[in-house]
């Protein structure tokens, strides 16, 4: 495996503001605290619906910020008519995946708003590619349309309760719990084999997309497929698609999702650590008439990672004895200089971890 570019969350952050900034996105501040209501009304649209809260010198019930997403819609002005594309690097209070505790995470991320079209789009799943690509060489990001999701189970004509119940399955990739839910529902072989097909369908973009015409059955299946075929053809252009997976499991609550939805994963961690996708619903519950399209980044994810990878603390450790303050900094200075990394001391402490020990004679 290719050894990180970024060695910690600090230098992710960088790297990764300076990528959006040069796609035109602006830095948004907001304040560390909402209103409980808030989060209360979409709990589902959080990533973990633990919040922690407090009582304001007034009676409100405040929160501290365990989403950005939610913050920005209710502090950002409606503008249907125009496009707003902002980033933010701000820490958010949730469970971690990491420690199962809260923690206080630092999480970068993108959102495009207001008149999104094909080109927003594709333009928001370039950079979570490249943010992947900065973070680690080796990654993928799968991708799902929730427009074809939908308009299959549309077509099928199954209960409400089936529903939930088989993107329960799809989400598990349980072939055989969908199976059930068909028969139990008393659909046609046709029926039965595009809800299978869902369940079944994996791999490369390039691959699968010679396979997405079978869910092409009516007019509002055939519009979700080509939407999605279109947005390949575009990755393809910018020469991006070969980390592309198409992956129907991946797919987010409805009432607030719609279009394409995708996550991203590196080398050597079995959790996304980013997350993203179209919720022009979202915007809709909350009275906006905008559409909207981001994602996010977990730093913590990164950290965790970077922590298990690193072999040694320092390059270098220089332990020195009776000698001259300026020939042990000559001698820091000099390693340094090489680029390497250093840690000096009379003794060197055992829970230091280095590749060489470097010992400084009496003067």
């Known amino acids: 495996m290719d050894k990180f570019i970024l060695s910690g969350e600090e230098k992710a952050v960088f790297a990764l503001r300076s990528l959006y900034k040069k796609y035109g996105y602006a830095q948004y501040k907001m304040s560390k605290f909402e209103e409980y209501d808030l989060y209360a009304k979409n709990k589902d649209f959080l990533v973990s619906d633990n919040v922690i809260t407090f009582t304001d010198t007034d009676g409100k019930l405040l929160a501290l910020k365990p989403d950005v997403t939610l913050s920005i819609i209710k502090n950002d002005k409606d503008n249907p008519d125009s496009i707003k594309k902002v980033y933010y690097n701000e820490h958010v209070y949730r469970v971690s995946k990491g420690t199962k505790s809260f923690k206080e995470i630092m999480q970068i991320g993108l959102e495009c ?14 950079l979570a590619l490249k943010s992947l690509d900065e973070i680690c060489k080796e990654n993928v990001l799968d991708l799902s349309h929730l427009g074809i999701v939908k308009s299959v189970l549309d077509y099928t004509k199954v209960s409400e309760m089936s529903k939930d119940e088989i993107v329960s ?3 598990e990739k349980n072939l055989q719990g969908v199976q059930k839910v068909a028969d139990y529902e008393g659909l046609d072989e046709k029926r039965k084999a595009l809800l299978e097909k869902l369940v079944t369908v994996y791999g490369s973009a390039q691959k699968v997309e010679e396979e997405l015409d079978f869910f092409a059955v009516d007019d509002n299946t055939k519009c979700a497929v080509e939407s999605l075929k279109g947005v390949i ?4 252009t910018l020469k991006v698609i070969d980390n592309v997976r198409i992956d129907f499991s991946v797919t987010s609550d409805f009432n607030y999702y719609n279009g394409v939805v995708f996550k991203g994963f590196v080398s050597g961690i079995p959790t996304s650590i980013l997350s993203g996708g179209q919720y022009d619903n979202l915007m809709n519950k909350m009275g906006r008439k905008s559409k909207a399209i981001g994602f996010a980044v977990y730093l913590d994810e990164i950290e965790r990672l970077n922590e298990d990878k690193e072999e040694f603390d320092v390059d270098v450790a220089v332990q020195y004895g009776q000698i001259s303050i300026e020939k042990v900094n000559v001698t820091v200075s000099k390693l340094i200089g090489e680029g390497k990394t250093v840690f000096a001391g009379k003794t060197i402490p055992e829970t230091v971890k280095y590749r060489q ?3 400084i004679g009496e003067e």
């Open 113 to 126: 708003v207001g008149a999104i079209d094909d080109y927003s789009v594709v333009e928001v799943l370039y």
């Open 233 to 236: 053809a575009s990755l393809k």
């Open 357 to 359: 020990l470097l010992t």
């Open 169 to 171: 399955c799809l989400n």
